[in-house]
């Protein structure tokens, strides 16, 4: 009885749910979570959904997550395409210690993690597909002071003063990292899409095009690295 009414007091001031039960589903999966890891949306599952598009059946890429934090698209896309072989990359080893006891529980092996920023953490490889959802909410937005982003890891929301830092940095980063005709797919701001084209034109990509999530923002944009 005390830790129930300990649970709706903590619900009461706006923690989230899915820290207090300690599970959310994202793409069928029951993932574990922490405060150590952003909560997965519902849009993200958009993310997965344009990244599978991308990955044949029977493909035996490499594919990356990069900040993975629990380890949801990662993990979404190592249960759908089993010859795949995923590396997922975060900061946090705290984080990363939660995507790797679900990778366990939910008996994915054919997915791994490795901890640093972005690309630092990678094997010296080239991948067919790079996924991530990045911090990119504006460091002055006051939305990160309300509701549940008032308890989610603020390293993982932040992108800088135009919320856009993290994202420029995966864009630049993508052709030394990417096979030719390998795809970069990222979750950005609802305002947002329009600079992420222009910044994977630049950098040589084509293909490009962007999703709407069930809200119909603009919440997704991939492109692929000409050959």
Request: proline share 5%.
């Amino acid at each position: 009885h005390a830790v129930f009414e300990q649970l709706v007091a903590a619900r009461c001031v706006g923690q989230p749910l899915a820290y207090l039960t300690g599970m959310r589903e994202f793409w069928s999966l029951p993932l574990k979570l922490t405060r150590d890891t952003l909560v997965p949306r519902p849009e993200t599952e958009l993310l997965v959904q344009a990244a599978l598009t991308c990955v044949p059946a029977d493909a035996a890429w490499r594919l990356a997550d990069l900040g993975t934090g629990s380890g949801a698209i990662a993990l979404a896309l190592a249960s759908e395409r089993l010859l795949c072989r995923v590396t997922a990359t975060d900061a946090s080893t705290r984080a990363l210690d939660v995507a790797r006891e679900n990778a366990a529980r939910l008996g994915l092996g054919n997915v791994e993690f490795r901890r640093g920023d972005w690309y630092a953490a990678l094997p010296a490889t080239r991948y067919h597909l790079i996924a991530s959802n990045p911090p990119y909410v504006r460091a002055a937005d006051p939305h990160l002071q309300q509701g549940d982003l008032r308890f989610e890891p603020w390293r993982a929301l932040a992108g800088g003063a135009d919320g856009m830092q993290a994202l420029r940095q995966i864009i630049a980063g993508a052709p030394a990292w990417l096979v030719a005709g390998g795809w970069l797919l990222l979750e950005h701001g609802f305002d947002q899409a329009e600079a992420v084209r222009e910044l994977l034109a630049a950098q040589g990509f084509s293909e490009i095009s962007s999703r709407q999530d069930l809200s119909g923002h603009v919440r997704v944009t991939l492109g692929q690295l000409s050959r």
